[in-house]
Every structure is written in C-alpha cells, then in structure tokens.
C-alpha cells in the first residue's frame, strides 16, 4: 500500500509540474520572465520532455480559457518591461555565469537521462490518459463550450483594450519609469547620482550659515 501511495503522489506531482508549466508557456508574460532565469528554463527543459506535459498541453489546446487568457497578457505592460529587460547586462551576466558553470551542465545533462523519465516515456503508450486528448476531441461537449465562449463577451476583453486609451497611457508610464530598463535605467534616475548633482545647483553657492543661539550660561 505504501508503494501505491509513493507511485500515485509522484503521478500527481508530474500532473501538476506539466499543468504548471503549459501555464508558463501559454501566459506571454509569464514565458518572457521565465527566460531571463538559467534555471528556470532548465525547469522549463526538464518539463517539455515529459509525456505528461504534451497531454497537458494538448488538454490546454481545447480550452477556450487558454486562448483567452494568453491574448489577454499580450496585453499587458508587464510583457513590454519583461522584453526590455533583456538588455539589461545583469541579465546577460547571469546567462553568462550559468555558461560558465559546469554544474549548470551538470544539473541540465541528470534531469535529461534520468531513469524515471525514461520509464515515463515507455510507459506512456500504456496510460489511458495519453489518450485522454483524442477522447476529448469527440466530446459534443468540448465544442458547446466553443459555441458558448465565441458569444461571450468577456473573451473579447484583450482586443477591446486595443480601442481603450488608458492602456496607451499604462504602457506611456512603464516606458518612462526607469525601474523599466534594470541597470541601464539607474543612467536616467536622478536618485542615482545623490549628492553630486548638488555640486551643480546654483543656489548651494549662496547659502549662508544658519545663526546658533548662544549656549545658555550655568
């Protein structure tokens, strides 16, 4: 019973490693932060190359909610502040570093040829759910609820924000903020230089020493 208990949490916990990175990867904003990060593409790696995460995917491919969802964050401004970010050269020297690092490698090379995974590909031709997908398709459900979402007007919100002037403005605020562009974008802060741009006002120069009251006698 322990055995059956440890093999169907570890099938769960591939469920949700392969549902939580079809998550990632259908979310724009998501996806374009995840590359800024070595090792959260080498999770991203690892996942792709699990049965599970194509029968995750092909499941996600039928829900209208995906598209939805993925054309409502290519939307977002965070998508702009994420694209921009990779010129940012504290992205390119973690990049570099994790080049550079043989257990980047190392980590890379033992989640490809592991055992386990190995087995999951071999077994996969014998689970019902890598069939799942194709059962899906011939469900008259899954197309009622394509008819039911292409007449809701809450799937229309993303290309609505196209004609809203206060998405312009959004993105209007996020090119003008600094924070936007990481280490280049300390260049453009004022706060950055401190005090030496004191050195530069006119009127330090014409301040006169403020008056201190005589200490009263004991």
Known sequence: MKKIALIAALAATQVAFADATVDTISNPVALSAAFKDPKAVLEMANAVTEPGFYIAAANASMEPATYTKGINASMDPALFTNAVSYSDPA????????????????????????????????????????????????????????????????????????????????????????????????????????????????????????????????
């Open 91 to 218: 992205v390119a020297a973690k990049w570099m570093a994790a080049a550079m690092d043989p257990n980047f490698y190392t980590a890379f090379m033992v989640k490809m040829a592991d055992p386990a995974k190995m087995m999951r590909w071999m077994t996969a031709s014998m689970d019902m759910k890598s069939y799942q997908p194709a059962i899906n398709a011939m469900n008259p459900a899954l197309y009622t609820k394509w008819m039911g979402a292409s007449m809701d007007m809450k799937n229309y919100e993303g290309f609505f924000k196209l004609a809203d002037v206060n998405t312009y403005g959004k993105y209007a605020a996020v090119a003008a903020d600094p924070k936007t562009y990481g280490t280049w974008g300390s260049f453009a802060d004022p706060k950055t230089y401190g005090d030496m741009s004191a050195a530069f006002n006119p009127m330090n120069f014409f301040q006169f020493p403020a008056v201190v009251a005589p200490a009263a006698a004991k």
